[in-house]
């Protein structure tokens, strides 16, 4: 079956643009300010060791600090797929 980034929003519980996310590393806040569909490029084909492409949803945070305007100071961004547990192990969703 196909993958497709419905799935990976889905199963990954992904955060919505304008949520809030903790980082489990350094405890500090972060909001989602933008999400996209994009493809990751990947070698590892099962069944033939090709290349493939594999549907993953980008999201960019913003670091939460007093006194600064939404969208000025630190960024982030990370691609997701369904094949990774990256968001589970650093983040911590607070809203």
Same mark, same amino acid.
């Given at each position: 079956?196909?993958? *497709? #980034?419905?799935?990976?929003?889905?199963?990954? #519980? /992904?955060?919505?643009?304008? +949520?809030?996310?903790?980082?489990?590393? $350094?405890? *500090?806040?972060?909001?989602?300010?933008?999400?996209?569909?994009?493809?990751?490029? *990947?070698? +590892? +084909?099962?069944?033939?060791?090709? $290349?493939?492409?594999?549907?993953?949803?980008? /999201?960019? $945070?913003?670091?939460?600090?007093?006194?600064?305007?939404?969208?000025?100071?630190?960024?982030?961004?990370?691609? $997701?797929?369904? #094949?990774?547990?990256?968001? +589970?192990?650093?983040?911590?969703?607070?809203?």
């Amino acid at each position: 079956m196909q993958e *497709t #980034h419905d799935q990976v929003i889905s199963e990954k #519980h /992904l955060p919505r643009v304008g +949520d809030t996310v903790r980082s489990k590393k $350094y405890g *500090t806040p972060w909001r989602v300010i933008e999400k996209k569909e994009v493809w990751l490029n *990947t070698s +590892d +084909d099962p069944e033939t060791g090709e $290349y493939r492409t594999l549907p993953a949803i980008y /999201l960019c $945070y913003w670091r939460v600090q007093e006194g600064k305007m939404p969208g000025v100071g630190r960024m982030l961004g990370y691609a $997701y797929s369904l #094949h990774d547990n990256t968001f +589970d192990a650093n983040w911590d969703r607070l809203n």
